[in-house]
């Protein structure tokens, strides 16, 4: 079953089980896949690679409006944002631990022979290929970086 099947089928059980903060969250990841589904080009096909892209996208965005409600003494907005990026990173791929990506961008810069600091764009492009999904954009650039610049 693709994600996108999985997740019309938890909405089903989440309207049965009257889950509120978990129907909207799967409402919107729905919403998200159907647009990506009609999207030119698409040919009504939604890859779980391209669902996995959107759903990371989407946590990004909660968490992000999670810190502005807070930082506008909001927290009950916030801690729905929070609620709904927690249903959603349900449906995303383990997250990787630090030790774990510091070994896959390891690899990486074995694989393309990177020589230092200024081989950061190539290997920037195989990893985040690699680790979609599974570490942070961010995450992935502070440990290449810091690995280049020890060679």
């Known amino acids: 079953m693709n994600l996108f099947d999985q997740i019309s089928e938890d909405i089903k059980k989440a309207m049965l089980a009257r889950d509120k903060v978990r129907l909207e969250a799967l409402r919107g990841i729905k919403k998200e896949f159907l647009e990506a589904k009609t999207a030119k080009g698409a040919n009504g096909e939604l890859p ?21 409600y807070e930082e506008n003494s909001r927290p ?20 990787l631990t630090a030790e774990e990506l510091e070994a896959e961008v390891k690899a990486v810069i074995a694989e393309t022979g ?9 290997v920037m492009g195989v990893a985040t290929k690699r680790l979609a999904g599974r ?17």
């Open 48 to 68: 779980d690679e391209t669902a996995t892209k959107i759903m990371v996208k989407m946590v990004k965005q909660r968490k992000e409006s999670a810190r502005i």
């Open 76 to 95: 009950e907005l916030a801690a729905n944002e929070l609620a709904e990026a927690a249903v959603i990173e349900e449906y995303l791929p383990k997250q």
């Open 114 to 122: 990177a020589a230092g600091p200024k081989d950061m764009g190539k």
């Open 135 to 151: 570490a942070e954009g961010r995450q992935v650039s502070e440990t290449v970086k810091r690995l280049l610049n020890s060679l």
